[in-house]
């Protein structure tokens, strides 16, 4: 999908406003890890946000939400570089359903005593880290909460997932951002009020066009439309260099085993490793631990 995101600035650039249509994105992620609809809706949301933080990043950066539970669920990660190149995981593909009363997924429950981590690396020697308790489990909110917090940054965030018996249907992200604070009480209330009287963004993206969905908060001063795709780099040399870390005995016993099967968290592809590959890592590890 070309243009899946969309942002523009609006009274006079003091607010800005960027959404992202995901659909595509979720839909590849959800093959890709093989999801039950749970862990396909609450990956997908986090992939969305990731791409909603991309979109404001320096030349170079990268961030990455990492969400992390103390129980069945695991970490759920996604990543977005400055070029909206996303990749994600959840530790549990296959989460059981839990629904609300209105009967649309309960991901507060299912993250419930969660924690957020937003690592921003910006090229620098070491990333910045910012660590929260997950405000209440619905991920918009909590990332919200972050920009207000840690980037000083008054922002409101919509984040959705839709998805049937055939799979996702529509999947995406709003975000609504006060850059200039000193902006009149009556300004400020004029787009806070717009964003909450909006329809789920889930819902939107199925009847309307990314502009149109941008439009609502009046004639933007600029739109800028940007694309953004799953992209993992993940190698197996990459694979290989991480297999130095084990020791010498290690490395032998897995030789045993005639072949590994080593699959990347982001993006599951499986690499095969075989004895000759793991005889090349043994030789690489010793020629570092002599050099």
């Known amino acids: 999908m070309l243009n899946n995101v969309v942002q523009a600035g609006f009274f006079d650039n003091r607010v800005r406003v960027v959404c992202t249509n995901s659909t595509d994105i979720v839909k590849e992620s959800v093959i890709r890890h093989d999801l039950s609809p749970m862990s396909s809706v609450i990956l997908g949301r986090l992939l969305s946000a990731s791409i909603l933080l991309g979109s404001w990043m320096s030349e170079k950066e990268r961030v990455t939400l990492m969400i992390s539970t103390n129980d069945d669920v695991g970490d759920i990660v996604a990543q977005s570089n400055s070029n909206l190149e996303v990749k994600g995981y959840i530790s549990n593909k296959k989460l059981e359903a839990v629904f609300k009363e209105n009967g649309k997924f309960d991901v507060s429950k299912v993250l419930k005593n969660g924690s957020l981590n937003v690592i921003r690396d910006l090229g620098l020697k070491k990333p910045v880290v910012s660590n929260m308790p997950l405000i209440n489990g619905e991920i918009a909110e909590d990332i919200a ?59 939107l993206l199925r009847k309307k066009s990314l502009e149109d969905i941008i439009k609502v908060f009046g004639n933007p001063d600029y739109i800028e439309y940007k694309n953004s795709s799953f992209v993992c780099n993940c190698s197996k040399e990459k694979v290989l260099n991480s297999l130095i870390t084990f020791n010498f005995d290690e490395l032998e016993e897995m030789k045993k085993d005639n072949e590994l099967a080593v699959h990347c968290s982001w993006c599951s592809k499986k690499y095969e490793i075989n004895s000759k590959d793991l005889d090349e890592v043994i030789n690489i590890k010793r020629r570092s631990d002599n050099a």
Not at 162 to 182: C, Y
Not at 192 to 202: Q, Y
């Open 145 to 203: 909460y972050y920009m207000n917090q840690s980037e000083q940054v008054p922002s409101a965030v919509s984040l959705g997932v839709f998805a049937d018996k055939e799979g996702i249907v529509s999947a995406g992200g709003l975000m609504l951002q006060i850059l200039d604070r000193t902006m009149k009480d009556e300004d400020i209330a004029f787009f806070e009020k717009t964003f909450i009287n909006m329809d789920s963004i889930s819902s």
